[in-house]
């Protein structure tokens, strides 16, 4: 058997009930909720077993409850025996890998993402999924959008689906171009901020301050950043990648590829949701992708493993 990969989900992925039945049947899940209730000022435990969904919407609540629930997952695939090669995140899925990673301390992690959250929902825009075009196409038309406002492109998540982010007009326009130039959709998305844009620069800055006050360690198995698609390892290195990644685009894509390229045939989702696992599929079907998001999928993917 090749490498395993443990992946981490990013916002959009929470859902009312997320980790509820782990918590009744793992005392290390029950704990990690508890940890984050303890260092947060919302009971992040309410939030995600009974909502109400729209709390759980809200950036500074979704992300905060998203890693939770993952290192929650993580800890009790780690009690069957069950550890990662190496690891990687979607946008704010990589704080879970950094703890994952023993590069963030969860508690610290925890709050800091509670921070982001707040700092991200400050930014006004918006984003747009285009889905059937190609990055080059995609790069172009934001190129041509933006005389309306500015517009950029986000998430490279898989072929024929990338994310933009920018301000309302820019995007607007540039998902009329998409669906002019053949996009399959173009659709403008449920968010609060331009996630991954230049706009969220300010943001960045603001969680610099906030990253200068926590201990970062170097990575105890490799984590490839979404700033840039490569292995990490150094304490250094990661705060850089934390501050750029508000801002700049999450090259996903390209990511996966090169943990494959490093000998990685089993890919988990673990935590919320299974978008990564549907990522993989039009990234390489070659590879095992699995998930980890209750008991169900938790014995499926054990026997799989």
Not at 14 to 20: H, K, L, Y
Not at 56 to 85: C, F, H, M, W
Not at 226 to 253: C, H, M, P, Y
Request: hydrophobic letters at 40%.
């Amino acid at each position: 058997m090749g490498k395993v990969a443990f992946i981490f989900p990013g916002q959009g992925s929470q859902q009312v009930g997320m980790g509820a039945d782990l918590v009744e049947e793992f005392a290390v899940a029950k704990e990690t909720f508890a940890e984050a209730d303890n260092a947060l000022d919302i009971d992040i435990s309410k939030l995600c077993f009974e909502g109400p969904a729209e709390d759980l919407q809200k950036t500074s609540n979704t992300q905060p409850a998203i890693l939770t629930t993952s290192i929650a997952v993580y800890r009790v695939l780690k009690e069957k025996g069950i550890e990662p090669d190496i690891v990687a995140g979607h946008s704010l899925g990589e704080y879970s890998a950094l703890v994952a990673a023993g590069v963030l301390d969860f508690t610290d992690a925890v709050k800091l993402v509670r921070k982001r959250g707040q700092l991200m929902e400050e930014a006004d825009g918006t984003m747009a999924a285009i889905i059937g075009l190609n990055a080059k196409e995609v790069e172009e038309l934001c190129q041509k959008a933006s005389t309306a406002g500015i517009v950029e492109p986000a998430n490279y998540n898989c072929p024929g689906q990338i994310v933009i982010s920018g301000e309302k007009e820019g995007v607007e326009q540039a998902t009329k171009l998409a669906q002019e130039a053949g996009a399959k959709k173009a659709v403008i998305l449920n968010v609060s901020g331009p996630f991954h844009s230049s706009l969220m620069e300010p943001a960045g800055e603001k969680l610099s301050k906030e990253l200068a006050e926590v201990t970062l360690n170097d990575a105890q198995v490799p984590v490839v950043t979404n700033i840039n698609a490569e292995f990490t390892t150094k304490d250094e290195d990661f705060v850089q990648a934390l501050i750029k990644q508000i801002s700049g685009s999450v090259r996903w894509e390209e990511s996966v590829k090169a943990m494959i390229e490093d000998g990685v045939d089993t890919f988990v989702e673990v935590g919320p949701g299974r978008v990564l696992k549907g990522f993989m599929r039009r990234i390489d079907r070659k590879v095992t992708a699995l998930n980890v998001e209750d008991l169900a999928s938790l014995e499926k993917t054990l026997k799989k493993l």
